[in-house]
């Protein structure tokens, strides 16, 4: 699936209007309204025209496609930025630090935002710099501190609660005053086992967690009916990185794999959207 991922830019050309994941029957239809679909760059183009010098604001003028991902870093939204780049999409990429964003940026020409996702005013200052017309906004931050409850800082568990899901209840609710009108866009959650599972010592994170799949819930309920989309994804399994190497024969998730998911959810008709997906490694328990 990915190599076809890759192959796409390459090769529209030969195979003639684009096709998109999971949506065979509505091919050069818009996914969301099945309307025409928003004219989309070529991977390639992309690069070149990143390359002569265009910047991110000039990409957002010619029509492009908004993505903004929020808690950008090298992993999971490292290598959705990549492929939402390939797909034609102006990316723009929100953390605290966008120091570490530098390299990443000037490979996928996307622009770079510091945003404290928990703090109210700089989501919606980040939303007013980037997320005007976004189409896709997803959600990654996460905090945790580990410990028995009996011994955790409420400091810390705020923090937690804070990052995992006031924040998302933030970026949400920015998305959709944006997007309501419009009746149409996608919103990503970025979930975790925790989520779903409550583990020893981590009481904090599942808190946090649990609070972000039913914010995706009632979301979801709430919004599908209006025309955007929103879903939560359960990331049950560690995630491989250049911190934590792959041990075995695939028993850590593929980054790329996972943001190929994600392509996949924004890709889905309306008759058959997903409020929530779970993606695992093969070999782990569940």
């Not at 928003?38 to 010098?53: M, Q, S, T």
């Not at 945003?115 to 905090?143: H, I, K, T, W």
């Amino acid at each position: 699936m990915l190599g076809f991922l890759r192959g796409r830019a390459d090769n529209r050309r030969a195979r003639g209007p684009e096709v998109f994941i999971g949506a065979p029957d509505l091919q050069g239809l818009d996914r969301k309204e099945h309307r025409p679909a928003p004219r989309r760059i070529e991977g390639a183009a992309v690069a070149k025209r990143w390359r002569r010098g265009m910047m991110p604001d000039d990409r957002r003028r010619r029509g492009m496609p908004q993505a903004l991902i929020i808690g950008a870093g090298d992993g999971l939204s490292a290598s959705l930025a990549r492929l939402l780049a390939r797909e034609g999409y102006a990316v723009a990429l929100a953390a605290r630090n966008t120091a570490k964003l530098a390299a990443l940026a000037a490979e996928t020409g996307a622009s770079t935002h510091a945003c404290d996702a928990a703090d109210a005013g700089q989501v919606a200052a980040l939303f007013r710099a980037a997320g005007e017309e976004a189409e896709v906004v997803v959600y990654n931050p996460s905090y945790r501190t580990r410990g028995p409850i009996a011994e955790l800082d409420p400091a810390e568990v705020q923090k937690s609660l804070q990052v995992c899901a006031f924040g998302a209840f933030l970026a949400v609710r920015e998305a959709a005053r944006r997007m309501e009108p419009r009746g149409r866009g996608t919103i990503l959650l970025t979930g975790a086992s925790a989520g779903v599972k409550g583990y020893p010592q981590s009481a904090s994170f599942a808190m946090g967690k649990f609070a972000l799949r039913g914010l995706a819930q009632s979301a979801a309920r709430e919004l599908h009916p209006k025309g955007v989309h929103v879903a939560h994804v359960v990331i049950d399994g560690g995630i491989r990185s250049a911190r934590r190497p792959e041990t075995g024969e695939d028993t850590m998730l593929d980054p790329d794999a996972i943001a190929a998911t994600y392509w996949h959810l924004i890709g889905q008709p309306r008759s058959a959207w997903s409020w929530e997906i779970e993606v695992r490694p093969w070999v782990e328990r569940f």
